[in-house]
């Protein structure tokens, strides 16, 4: 970490016009002047990813789609488990983050792993997933709801959805939810909205009407060279269920259970 690369980043983040006719070229005005610093600073930004990767236990064989993988930073966290999946794509619209990707497959010497230059709305794999995971992506899918749609559609029934990301509470959340401030939830959708990062209120509403819930912990955490207050996010880990509710068979991923803080609720086969 320097000063410098994060000035770079702050002045993406703060400063830059982000500009672009299309989804794809705006993410690329936004992310190409900054790939290279883009992981340390991250780092700092973007919580629970390490702990999502940790809880999801997918056994050997598996297929995994991470949606909107950015710089492949998240396969770091497979550690030597990586090595046991059949297959692994990072899916994302951005080529100057799947550049860093590649770099960092080729250097590792990953050869079950595949980048992939698509829209997560739209691209399927060539054989059903057993997990698919968003990592701080689906807030910068405009149709999100797309997104989460055709995750579904390309898991197998029992394969995992796991997803992080910012959000702010419904006003009125449901009982046991956490309840966010008026501060908190206006001020932080108009500090990330400039950089088309929309945090969301209805994302865990919507995968829980999709997914069988096997656990949700609602947290929050500093923000980088922000003084003030904290910014939520969420872990969320679903299942795909049968036709028939669900299906459980031996090899099927599972959830660990870790530690846990915020609210958390727990369903399902926890290992
Ligand atoms: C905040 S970054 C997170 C990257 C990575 N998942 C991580 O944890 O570091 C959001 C990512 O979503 C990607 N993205 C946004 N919209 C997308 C879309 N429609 N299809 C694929 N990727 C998209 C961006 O290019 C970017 O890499």
Do not use: C
């Not at 770079?8 to 936004?30: C, N, T, W």
């Amino acid at each position: 970490m320097s000063f410098f690369s994060d000035l770079q980043v702050l002045y993406h983040m703060a400063l830059k016009p982000i500009r672009g006719d299309s989804h794809k070229d705006r993410l690329e005005s936004f992310y190409a002047g900054q790939a290279d610093a883009y992981d340390e600073f991250r780092k700092r930004l973007l919580h629970g990813r390490q702990e999502l990767w940790d809880t999801i236990d997918a056994p050997p064989g598996s297929v995994w789609v991470d949606m909107g993988g950015g710089t492949g930073s998240n396969l770091e966290y497979f550690g030597e488990r990586l090595a046991t999946l059949k297959k692994v794509y990072v899916v994302d619209l951005s080529p100057s983050l799947l550049e860093i990707a590649r770099a960092r497959i080729e250097k590792n010497g990953w050869t079950n792993v595949e980048t992939v230059e698509a829209d997560a709305t739209r691209w399927q794999p060539p054989q059903p997933a057993d997990v698919v995971t968003f990592s701080y992506s689906l807030t910068m899918i405009p149709d999100w709801f797309a997104a989460i749609d055709n995750a579904k559609q390309m898991l197998a029934v029992g394969g995992l959805i796991g997803v992080v990301d910012f959000y702010v509470a419904r006003k009125y959340p449901i009982d046991g939810r956490k309840q966010h401030s008026w501060f908190t939830r206006t001020f932080w959708p108009a500090w990330f909205g400039t950089d088309n990062v929309f945090p969301s209120w209805d994302h865990v509403p919507y995968l829980e009407r999709h997914f069988e819930t096997l656990r949700l912990e609602e947290k929050d955490a500093g923000v980088p060279y922000v003084p003030f207050g904290t910014m939520p996010f969420y872990r969320f880990i679903g299942r795909k269920r049968g036709p028939e509710g669900i299906a459980t068979a031996a090899a099927e991923p599972s959830v660990t259970e870790t530690e846990v803080s915020g609210t958390a609720l727990a369903a399902g086969r926890i290992a």
